[in-house]
Structures are given as C-alpha cells and as structure tokens.
C-alpha cells in the first residue's frame, strides 16, 4: 500500500476541529436545528453569530459527520441530534465545554508532563471547578447510559457499589431490574448526591447508602454483583490492590464483577479513547490508566477470575471477572 500523509495531517489539525465543535456547541448551532434544517444565514440569525463563522461552523460539523447538508441547508445528523441538540436525555455540552475551557488549557503544558513525569495540577477557581464537574459528570451519565444498554442485569439481586464517583450506574442496572437493590459505599461527601440520585429515578426504597475511605474500608456482605465504576484509575498499585481484596471479601461465591475504568491494552492496535486518557488524566491531576495485564495480576491475588473486556461506545471499557 503506497504511504500518503492523510493520517498524519487528520491526527494534527485534530484539535481544530475540537474547537470548532465546542465553539458550534457553545454558540447553539446544533439546538438551533433540532427544529429542522437550516441554511448558514437563518442559523447566524438563530445563534446571532456573524454568518461567515456560522457557515464555517456548519460545513466544519458537515466535514466531520456531526451535520448533514443538501442544496444549502444544513440538518443534524443522528449523534449530534440525540447528544448535542438538547432534546436527548443526555446532552454532552458540558462535557464540551470542560474539554474546550478546561482540558484544553492543560494540555498546553502537556510537553511538561512528558519531558518531566511530573503529574499535572489544576488550578481553577470556585466557577471553574464547578464547570469541571458539570463536565465530568456529564461525561460520566453518558457513561452510565452506555453502562446500562451494553449487559442483562435481570439475573442479579444484590448490589455493591463500590467507591464511585456517581450513581448513575447501579441506577441503570437496576432499572432494568425491580429484584435488584444496590448498597452504595462511597467516601464522605457523596451520600447526599447518591440520595439525590435514587429519588429523582424513584428508587430511593431500594437503595442503602454509606460512608467510608475507598482504600481503606471494607463493606463485607454477601453480594451477588460489585461494581467499582471509574475507581481504579484515582489509586495507586497497592490501594487498589486493597480495594480488590476488599471487594472480593464482599461478594458470595461466583459473584460478578464489574469494573469500568480506561485501560492501556497489548492488543495489535491500542484502543484510542483509553490511550488519549491516559495522557489527560495524568495531565490534569497526576491520576493513572493502568495497563490491563497489571489490573488482570491484582485481580488474581485478590481472588477474582477474569471473563471478559466489553468495550462502551465513546466511554471506557468494563472488565468482568467472576468471585472464585
């Protein structure tokens, strides 16, 4: 096969056209058309933005699949219509805008990181740190919806739910299922949200919710599914070792377990999203994406049985492994 530059160029104007979608987000572009399509002059009258950046927008959102466009009038394609119009159940603009406001501030030190290892610090104020989690947390409910759609939890009676950042997870699991309760054990601070959380979905008689040190508390019990969502990346080798072993003295024999969290891979090619968060999460705080083969050598020592690695369209990958 004759080697041309496309790739290379593609992966190097990449942040161009990640700017371009925040800014499109930002300025409304895509809820302007959640009515039905539009040509660049009638979204610049919607998103009172000059029609020269409005129509560089839009064909920039064309070019890469987010639009759709025919005889001058643009329309949302069917990612953009369910995630970005503001019509769907999760709207990613938040998330966008962590990562165009946030993220990408950061990244301009990422030569820093590499030349030193030195992890990365944020340093934002009160309303920074506030669009910081409406960003995380955005991208985490669409991690938990993705969570939901991708495993049958009819099967299961008794959940742990270990140590997260969010509820949204055992609360899609147990949506599918009336049977299933989930007992919360999170570290102090996030009780209220996780209440908060079960009421709103009408669940809160089904769930318990504690408080304690993920690294140095163990729930015990007799659990027939554990889920440490968004966990392991946050602790070192040998807290998280901890939280394994923990875990594992939780669960009732043959229990499953299933942790979501990005990963580094040995497969022929490197799955990208958990790569490109490798680099982001040791940038903004210093926090780690382990390589499979470590997380599958703790999950030996502590008694758990690898199954199997799903993968979550645009979120991370969930390894799951069996209580031996």
């Known amino acids: 096969m004759t080697a041309t530059p496309d790739r290379i160029v593609d992966i190097a104007i990449g942040f161009m056209g990640a700017k371009q979608l925040a800014a499109a987000s930002r300025i409304g572009l895509f809820a302007a058309l959640a009515g039905g399509p539009q040509t660049a002059a009638e979204l610049a009258a919607k998103t009172a933005h000059a029609e020269r950046q409005v129509r ?37 603009t938040p998330f966008l805008s962590f990562l165009g406001d946030i993220s990408y501030r950061q990244w301009l030190g990422y030569d820093h990181t590499v030349d030193s290892d030195a992890a990365g610090t944020l340093e934002l104020d009160e309303a920074g740190w506030a669009d910081f989690m409406a960003g995380v947390m955005t991208y985490n409910a669409l991690h938990a919806e993705q969570f939901g759609a991708a495993f049958d939890f009819s099967g299961f009676r008794n959940a ?57 508390t163990a729930p015990g019990g007799e659990h027939d599914l554990v889920l440490l969502t968004h966990v392991l990346h946050r602790f070192d080798a040998e807290q998280n070792r901890a939280i394994l072993s923990a875990s594992r003295g939780a669960a009732a024999p043959g229990a499953t377990l299933m942790l979501l969290d990005f990963f580094l891979d040995q497969d022929g090619t490197q799955r990208a999203i958990d790569a490109l968060h490798a680099g982001e999460y040791f940038n903004i705080d210093g926090t780690v994406v382990y390589p499979i083969e470590e997380v599958e050598g703790w999950l030996a020592e502590t008694g758990w049985a690898v199954d199997r690695l799903v993968e979550l369209p645009g979120s991370p990958r969930v390894l799951v492994a069996t209580a031996v």
Do not use: C, H, W
Not at 58 to 63: G, P, Q, R, T
Not at 191 to 214: K, N, Q
């Open 56 to 92: 560089t927008l839009a064909d920039a959102m064309n070019a890469l699949g987010l639009l759709e466009r025919e005889a001058g009038r643009y329309s949302l394609a069917a990612d953009s219509a369910k995630y970005l119009a503001g019509t769907g159940d999760i709207d990613l």
């Open 160 to 216: 742990l739910d270990f140590g997260g950042l969010a509820a949204g997870f055992s609360l899609a699991a147990m949506q599918q299922n009336d049977e299933l309760t989930t007992r919360f054990v999170y570290a102090p601070g996030f009780a209220d949200s996780i209440a908060e959380a079960a009421s709103a979905a009408g669940l809160a008689d089904r769930v318990s919710v504690e408080e304690g040190d993920t690294e140095s």
